[in-house]
């Protein structure tokens, strides 16, 4: 248990249909973070919040939605998804501003597009 | 922009020493991060270094020279269950973001 929660832990969707990645964290932090990990490829940041404010969006295709409704969870909605960004997304967490602001990963979400 | 610079692959025997290189260049460098990731499992905290030297933590040591951009990894008395990609990664000041090296994956011999 990390603190923080994602759902599903597998989708497999195709590519006109429509779904949602969803991430809560359980640790008071005001920070939260999208990472795309695909195979032999280091960890991509997609999106960055940070109280609550999008502070990032690092060129990621518009068929990702992030959103922050709070400072405890945070989705990414999905939508007209090619093959390749089947990947591993990861959420994670921290607490942002001053030194050492550790981020802590959910499980992941395992998705596949078919 | 940044750079992150890590082996891609390491191989060293159970119970002996290894150590995973780290190089990094980035604008206002915050600190320096090594994660743990097994597969198919997200990545978990390992150490933080912000100012320059070792910092250790039983079997694991991490050290840091920020004028060299260069951090190193030192794991001791390895175990099977060692067997895992190392992750470098680092955090700047201006905006919160922690970007990622590729990975170590290092493979435990018997």
Not at chain 1, 54 to 72: G, K
Not at chain 2, 21 to 31: A, I, V
Request: aromatic share 12%; glycine share 8%.
């Amino acid at each position: 248990e990390t603190g923080v929660t994602q759902t599903p832990r597998h989708l497999v969707m195709g590519m006109t249909n429509k779904k949602s990645l969803k991430c809560e964290q359980h640790l008071g932090h005001n920070a939260m973070y999208w990472y795309k990990q695909s195979a032999k490829k280091p960890l991509e940041l997609m999106f960055v919040y940070s109280l609550e404010e999008r502070v990032e969006n690092n060129s990621v295709p518009s068929r990702f939605s992030p959103e922050c409704p709070n400072s405890s969870h945070l989705f990414l909605h999905l939508h007209t998804l090619q093959p390749e960004d089947s990947a591993l997304y990861l959420c994670a967490s921290s607490q942002a501003g001053g030194s050492g602001n550790t981020i802590y990963f959910g499980e992941g979400s395992w998705l596949t597009v078919v | 922009g940044q750079n992150i610079d890590q082996p891609t692959e390491m191989t060293a025997t159970e119970g002996a020493i290894v150590q995973i290189n780290c190089t990094y260049q980035t604008s206002g460098f915050n600190g320096l991060f090594w994660y743990q990731q097994h597969a198919g499992e997200a990545p978990t905290f390992l150490s933080y270094n912000v100012l320059d030297g070792l910092e250790e933590k039983g079997r694991f040591s991490s050290f840091l020279s920020r004028s060299k951009g260069y951090s190193y990894l030192l794991l001791k008395e390895l175990q099977m269950k060692d067997s895992a990609s190392y992750l470098c990664a680092v955090s700047q000041y201006r905006d919160d973001k922690i970007i990622f090296g590729k990975g170590t994956r290092l493979h435990i011999l018997p």
